[in-house]
């Protein structure tokens, strides 16, 4: 294995908008499971 940063299969890690908006999506399902349980 090669820890040069020169893997071209793997570019320097930066969150995608695509990963944004699945985190989003659990958080937002985590919140509304959180208040239909009578969490908070």
């Keep these: 294995m090669q820890i040069d940063g020169k893997s071209p299969r793997r570019p320097p890690y930066r969150p ?16 509304q499971t959180a208040k239909s349980q009578g969490w908070f």
């Design 16 to 31: 995608s908008g695509q990963l944004v908006l699945l985190v989003l999506i659990v958080i937002l399902t985590v919140l």
